[in-house]
């Protein structure tokens, strides 16, 4: 079985920092160019160079993303910042617009192809065409399941990604265009507006269908935590997170679940846990189911009324550093605690403790009853030390 | 000068006396968004028929394939390369399997909402596919700007509702499913609250979503030249459609057509929106 690599993403600068120290061997990440997610904050060339050097000095891997479909006026510009790329050692872009592998060629750029998920590869004749193309890495299309998943590795031997967590996309992704036609938006350059989330009439000629149930095409998100052994063992080489506009808090929550998943599976002392399905649902605000992987999605992996998109408020605080004289954890509020809460701490490296709030002190010292000032540096104590950028939540678990 | 194609036609003996330059079929199982498909016994006649009059056939394998799918793929391939017909393709799984048999015939992009640029096609185009039929969400000056920047063979759509989005999941099974009533049609329309447009969504392999409004570019024709254009009659009446081919091959220009993006310009960071 090989150890397939954990692949986050980052957003910016700071979430590509909190990626990797919460366990991805590998982030992908757009630039304020020619990637998806405009909406994003995205990198400029310096912070992808700064990204490339934190990842790299860690033995990790940085992909870029060049994945909008080009239109003939968005290629200006484009033969230099793949050339700024290969400069700062970025590992491979991932791109669904197949002639860059012909540019890459012909400007004698090295630098790796992987294929976007957007291309909606979904079996091995495909897969065989992309790789007789140069292309380095296929991230399979989400419709595919787990025996498709096998036949194509099977049959291709093929670098194989796959989504395993996170948001999905309606339709085959790259084949959806619904965001054009009803804002003016491009979904496949970066303005995707969504409309799979938006509530319709649906009518039969001119009867409407139902007055009480709107239509919706809102499928729920994808988590892949049981199938991950079954994946490991399909010998699939790239597990991906999705988010690239996601939190911190969410970012560090499910690497550390997954990183210890995979982990542990690798060296043979996986069991499983019931607590990280809980974990990793209650980090998300949407349910989240297995989709295609173990059969084909039928209504309940959509979402018609009841969307049940909850703010989460596990989330306390972040570990500034730890008072070893004191025994005090100095730490910045992010969410209300009060004394006498149960919480939760957990850290890179499989950190996780768990204690009770005895006391809060502000930050002249003052002992107070709660923590109900966001951003606000704080005091509580704790006998186990724990370290700066530890998380801080409420313990659910326990 | 352009070329006209037609889709799926109900009597082939009218469009030929229009002088049409040729036939756009899908078949059974492998095609999807045709109002009727074809055997492959029925297209072998049809292509003897069609040939004779020297007009083109092309079939549509416009899908994407899952794994489960692929041994009758290669099956169909097989018995299509021994034909006259154009094969066109959207998973490049089609592509992959015609070098693997050695297919000699052309060969055509069906690239849906991804051909965007020449270079795309320039790509194919090196590997032997000599024809693309490109995005719909494209400005005209877009249109014309790839046709001049490549040796590929363009195609374009002329007429017929324009798919916006294709799903493998089946969304009107589920929501009738979900609401308890029976799904009698085959078509449904969704409007959209804001703009009060309307929308048509079918379900058949997949489900599509189209738009309500015939897209129709014969206005622009004084501004598109040595195109291939594809008149679509997917849910649309025959005689309806038989008219406007008519239109286009009689140069009888209509007014106030529904000409989707030619005119406007997709925007792609929020920050342009207007």
Not at chain 1, 63 to 84: A, E, M
Not at chain 2, 23 to 43: P, R
Not at chain 2, 88 to 111: E, H, M, P, Y
Not at chain 2, 157 to 169: D, I, V
Request: charged share 30%; glycine share 4%.
């Amino acid at each position: 079985m090989i150890k397939p690599e954990l692949l986050a993403p980052a957003g910016d600068l700071e979430r590509l920092k909190w990626a990797i120290d919460y366990g991805a061997d590998a982030v992908y990440l757009g630039g304020k160019e020619y990637s998806l997610r405009s909406n994003a904050k995205n990198f400029s060339l310096s912070e992808i160079k700064k990204g490339v050097e934190y990842a790299h000095k860690r033995g990790k891997k940085v992909y870029v993303t060049v994945n909008i479909l080009f239109h003939q006026k968005d290629i200006k510009g484009l033969i230099k910042y793949l050339k700024k790329l290969e400069e700062y050692k970025v590992d491979a872009i991932i791109s669904s617009d197949l002639f860059i592998i012909d540019l890459l060629k012909k400007e004698k750029i090295n630098i790796d192809y992987h294929l976007s998920t957007q291309k909606s590869c979904i079996n091995s004749e495909a897969s065989k065409f992309y790789l007789k193309n140069n292309v380095k890495r296929i991230v399979l299309g989400r419709e595919c399941s787990l025996d498709d998943i096998k036949s194509i590795k099977k049959n291709t031997n093929a670098d194989i990604e796959v989504f395993i967590h996170g948001a999905m996309c309606m339709g085959y992704s790259g084949r959806c265009a619904l965001s054009n036609y009803l804002t003016n938006r491009d979904s496949n350059r970066g303005a995707c507006a969504q409309i799979c989330r938006w509530v319709f009439d649906l009518y039969d000629e001119d009867n409407k269908i139902s007055d009480e149930t709107k239509f919706s095409f809102s499928p729920k998100d994808q988590q892949l935590l049981v199938h991950i052994k079954d994946l490991m063992k399909a010998g699939v080489n790239s597990f991906k997170i999705e988010g690239r506009m996601k939190s911190i808090y969410y970012l560090a929550t499910i690497l550390s679940v997954y990183r210890r998943v995979i982990d542990e599976i690798y060296d043979g002392k996986y069991k499983y846990n019931k607590n990280d399905d809980i974990i990793l649902r209650r980090c998300a605000n949407r349910e989240s189911l297995p989709q295609y992987i173990n059969k084909f999605p039928s209504m309940n992996e959509q979402y018609y009324i009841g969307r049940e998109e909850k703010t989460n408020q596990d989330f306390l605080g972040v570990v500034l550093s730890y008072d070893k004289k004191n025994k005090e954890i100095v730490l910045e509020e992010r969410n209300y605690f009060s004394i006498g809460d149960k919480i939760n701490i957990f850290g890179p490296n499989n950190r996780n403790i768990s204690i009770e709030v005895k006391y809060i002190k502000n930050k002249d010292g003052e002992l107070v009853e709660y923590a109900n000032h966001p951003r606000e540096i704080l005091r509580i104590p704790c006998d186990i030390e724990v370290y700066k950028n530890d998380l801080i939540r409420v313990d659910f678990i326990n | 000068m352009n070329k006209y194609y037609i889709t799926n036609p109900d009597n082939i003996d009218r469009y030929i006396d229009l002088n049409v330059s040729g036939f756009i079929y899908g078949i059974e199982k492998f095609s999807s968004e045709f109002n009727s498909y074809l055997s492959l016994d029925k297209i072998s006649l049809i292509c003897n028929k069609v040939k004779n009059n020297n007009k083109d056939i092309i079939i549509f394998l416009n899908r994407l394939y899952f794994e489960h799918e692929l041994k009758d793929l290669k099956k169909v391939l097989v018995k299509l390369s021994k034909l006259d017909v154009i094969i066109g393709f959207t998973d490049d799984a089609v592509l992959n399997i015609l070098n693997d048999i050695g297919f000699k015939g052309q060969k055509l992009l069906i690239s849906n909402h991804t051909g965007t640029n020449s270079y795309t096609l320039d790509f194919y185009l090196n590997r032997g596919v000599k024809n693309a039929y490109i995005c719909t969400e494209l400005t005209l000056n877009e249109i014309n700007d790839i046709k001049n920047n490549t040796k590929s063979n363009i195609f374009v759509k002329g007429y017929g509702h324009l798919n916006m989005a294709t799903s493998s999941r089946k969304l009107l099974t589920n929501y009738f499913k979900f609401i308890g009533k029976k799904k009698s049609k085959k078509v449904y329309t969704f409007k959209d609250f804001i703009t009060s447009k309307e929308f048509k969504i079918v379900e058949d392999f997949n489900t599509n979503f189209y738009t309500g409004d015939i897209f129709n570019i014969i206005e622009y024709l004084p501004k598109l030249d040595n195109l291939n254009i594809i008149l679509d009659n997917y849910l649309i009446d025959n005689e309806i459609f038989y008219n406007e081919v008519s239109n286009f091959l009689n140069n009888n220009v209509t007014k106030d057509n529904y000409i989707g993006f030619l005119d406007k310009e997709t925007v792609y960071r929020v920050t342009d929106y207007d």
